[in-house]
């Protein structure tokens, strides 16, 4: 049973994965990206780990991906993907596979094993996390500090309170309003 | 972990997702549809939309969901910290405290520049 | 034993459903009670029948779909609305052993979905291709995320004390004490942000009808705007829930007398308390402009919640 549902996520994910990839529209692709971060969570809920699945869907869909979503209902333009946005993630793709296949090679196979333990996941984590592994957790919040900060350079500018998107300056009043002279009696067609 | 404890949720999920596609379908069956041009056009005050560009927005908009992606991470973090802040004790807590205390500076930082406030 | 759980599945949800058209009633009653009115009447003894009613029209609405919509991504909106506000009730006890999934992380499941939901206003604002709808649901997106940030940091002195993310450990872990005496300005947090969360009044900007009309579901009828409707409702009674198991200790008894009614009766006593507190302050409470609105979310609740948070965890450590 396990592993059919394995199988199915599986495919799922490699399935949604490669539709985001090659979706002709951005918004298809990060509908798709969301199926596949659905079908990860459930991989993840396979292997016992409960608390990384619903973390995967709480920030990942829930916030990365909702992000996406409205950056690109805000931009006016219907992003359609050209060569130049095929082109390096099909190069680093690749790349990563070549990289993964000569790790595979060299290193000798050693499948992770399921640790069964009593307690939930989400304590045996809590009990480490802010023990064992206190440095990389405070790494984790300079991270996380360093991109606020970069969040408001990015977005903020000194001395105007509001930047606004550059697209919506080049409305012209031509574009709301014409003026005609209609003659007398005819009326204007649209 | 028993995967069986999901079965149920499974099972909402089917029996919510077959309510809703019934209902929609008994609608469509059962209403009647007469469109016009003037019917299935977007909303606005009595006359034609003028354009179907998205309007000007306000880019503090992306930095609201910016904010709570960074904010969320962090929220995130504190979870499983307390639920076992009894077995980590004095030091758990410290290093919690060391964790937000650097992101209070980020805080900090964006409330003095301005970024919190909507005007 | 799974055709039996389909059975009792099916029955919660419909359960469910009547509960959500009888609470749009009762909201309708209360709130004419409170203005002197008499509210529906008409139809049924004391307009009781008005659900129903309700439902038949809506059903037999015509469905408009806007000629430049993407017509699957705009009737998919309001079904997903819909249907995540369902999906988290598998997930909540109303009594000792009255649940269908007794998952571990339930409150990471609840969690889930509630970011879940704004998906289906993004989509609805975004697939109608109408201003006001677009304008309405992005600042209905952006207060949904900015309280879910105090709304999941509530949570955190809960499971502080309770130390666990099971739902009815943490309605056990209230047997002494429940959790609304030593956490009182968490639950005043907890509602405020729920209020924001749900899009109810005072923070209904997104539906604000005075300069939005009716925001993102401007362009939505028949069934599909019954679907949000619904599931603004079933989202009250959700949250209703979550509060009665986090702070009011879910289907326990509050004294030692009453012990022998049983635990669902309790819960739904305190689920009905909480709900009728979102009607009296829905028509009690003027609605607040948009940068009051988050100048609260992210000045005032999120750093009140951080300071209770430490605070909490402080004398949890040295009262060990």
Known sequence: MTEILFYMLAVGTIGCTMAALFMPQVMESV?????????VSGLFLLLGAEFLAFVLIILNVGAVALLFLFILMTLNVS????????????????????????????????????????????????????????????????ILLTAMIIAVGLLWEKGRRHKRQEHQSDVKASDRLTLTNPERGKGIKR | MDLTLYLPVLIFALVA??????????????????????????????????????????????????????????????????????????????????????????FIYEWKKGVLDWT | M?????????????????????????????????????????VGFFGLLQPFADALKLLHKETIVPSLSPKILFLLAPVLTFFFSFMAWAVIPIGAGYVFADISVGLLYLMALTSLSGYGILIAGWASQSTYALLGSLRSAAQMISYEISLSLVLVPVLLLSGSLNLTAIVEAQQNLWFIIPLFPMFVIFLISVFAETNRAP???????????????????????????????ANMILMSAMATILFLGGWLSPCEGLIHLPGPVWFCLKISLVLFLFMWVRASFPRLRYDQLMRLGWKVLLPFSFAWVILTAGVVVLTQ
């Open chain 1, 31 to 39: 509908l798709f990206l969301i199926g596949a971060f659905f079908n």
């Open chain 3, 203 to 233: 923070f209904d900007l997104p539906e604000a009808e005075a300069e939005l009309v009716a925001g993102y579901h401007v362009e939505y009828t028949s069934m599909s705007f019954a679907f949000f409707f619904l599931a603004e409702y």
């Open chain 3, 2 to 42: 799974v055709l039996e759980l389909f059975g009792r599945v099916a029955l919660a949800i419909i359960f469910l459903l009547l509960l959500v058209a009888y609470l749009i009633y009762v909201e309708r009653k209360i709130i004419a009670a409170i203005q002197r009115r008499k509210g529906p009447n008409i």
């Open chain 2, 17 to 106: 997702g077959g309510l809703v596609l019934g209902l929609l379908v008994l609608s469509h069956l059962r209403a009647k549809r007469l469109p016009t041009k003037a019917k299935n056009l977007a909303y606005e005050c009595g006359f034609d939309p003028l354009d179907y560009k998205t309007p000007p927005f306000n880019i503090g908009f992306y930095l609201v969901g910016l904010l709570f992606l960074l904010f969320d991470v962090e929220v995130i973090f504190l979870f499983p910290w307390a639920v076992t802040l009894s077995k980590t004790g004095q030091y758990g807590f410290f290093s919690m405290v060391f964790f937000l205390g650097i992101l209070t500076i980020g």
């Open chain 1, 79 to 142: 992003i359609t993907k050209g060569g130049f946005y095929k082109k390096p993630p099909m190069v680093i793709g690749g790349l990563l596979l070549i990289e993964m296949g000569v790790f595979l090679i060299l290193k000798e196979h050693t499948v992770p094993v399921l640790v069964k333990t009593t307690q939930s996941n989400t304590h045996a984590l809590g009990e480490v996390l802010y023990t064992h592994y206190i440095f990389p957790f405070q790494i984790m919040g300079v």
